[in-house]
């Protein structure tokens, strides 16, 4: 714990990746670690870790990186941050994100711009790019992120880390700060494919703060490490290795599938045909849960209040005008507008249609498969500044993970390479709902 506070100060000036550092309590915790008896201690005791800010945390301040939420203390921890204190771990601080999760660049944020410490021009990706940058640069060993549409793999893929993206219902959401509540997941971020099923086993369980989590099994993921591959099956869908990716993501994806092959897996090419219209599907749903999830942030309950409101309908108003950035009054604009009676059922309906139809592309391709694997993102990390003003083309980042998100299964994106400019490339690995393990097991055996 004092070397990841030694390293924060050290690196974060540059990096950007803490919103808010949690030292006295951290090194009075670990202090008191020290009693715990040997046979007491799990895999995980005693090692620090940052958690993104859209998980609420106890007397820490928790903004989601937006200024609505400025000054909110929150009186409870959310379930994850409970398990991670029961597995003996040590929250450092809490980790800076686009406002609400929403956006692939970091440049979002409402407090700072997190960049990707392989090259400070460069984007970590997002949303969760300070998780992603902090464990990248050795500031913590491993972070918390949340995934919706790509939000833990992307910047995982950006970052050259381990994140994964677990099925949805394996992790309590109790806590997380909801942006789309049928697509929302936390996650794991880690250095090591091995560190990264230990923290999943930690957090993963049915909890009865959140009914949406699944009363399954848990397993010890971490058994599934350096498990053999042979004979497993990999499908390889041609949508995510075609046009609009660049050709050094290609290949670096194709020498992968080589390592894999030499270890007795064998792979096709497969087909989601659906894929193209996921990015749509995804835009629609997310924004329209996130337009109602939203609406709870009023000035009323939370966080920041604008001053110079005369009545309670001009309160709302000015607070939500002064504390919400343009990305997400965008999503709040796009959303309602497809909840709105005129246009539900050509937005909001057909989306949800066409999400079953994406869910039954997977659930067709695993019926022959054991996994899918694909590239993380379509290219390295672009520039800072460099698709600021074009959402399209940032939207576009997440057209290999969001796909993931809509059919529910879970999906990792494992460090495949380095692109020419020294930037790394992702590899994504997407497994059946609720088989984590066999992710894990190919994971392994790539790494
Ligand atoms: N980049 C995507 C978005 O802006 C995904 C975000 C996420 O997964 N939280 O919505």
Known sequence: TEHAFEQIEAVDAEVQAFLVLNKENALKQADELETTPFEERGPLFGLPIGVKDNIVTEGIETTASSKILEGFNPIYDATVVRKLREAGMITVGKINMDEFAMGSSNENSAYKKTKNPWNLAHVPGGSSGGSAAAVAAGEVPFALGSDTGGSIRQPA????????????????????????SSLDQIGPITRTVEDNALLLEAISGVDEMDSTSANVEVPKFSEAIGKS????????????????????VRASVLEALK??????????????PHS???????????????????ARFDGIRYGYR???????LELYKMTRAQGFGDEVKRRIMLGTYSLSAGSYDAYYLKAQKVRTLIKQDFENVFENYDVIVGPTTPTPAFKVGEN?????????????????????VPGISIPCGFAADGLPLGLQIIGKHFDEATIYQVASAYE
């Open 157 to 180: 893929a950006f970052c050259g880390v381990v994140g994964m993206k677990p099925t949805y219902g394996r992790v309590s959401r109790f806590g997380l700060i909801a942006f789309a």
């Open 229 to 248: 591959i042979k004979g497993l099956r990999i499908g390889v869908p041609k949508e995510y290795m075609g046009e609009g990716v660049s050709e050094e």
């Open 259 to 272: 390592v894999l092959e030499a270890q007795g897996a064998v792979w096709e090419e497969v087909s989601l």
């Open 276 to 294: 193209e219209y996921a990015l749509a599907t995804y835009y629609l749903l997310s924004s329209s849960e996130a337009s109602s999830n939203l």
């Open 306 to 312: 604008a001053e110079e409101a005369k009545n309670l």
């Open 388 to 408: 600021v003003d074009d959402p399209l083309t940032m939207y576009a980042n997440d057209i290999l993970t969001i796909p993931v998100n809509l059919a529910g």
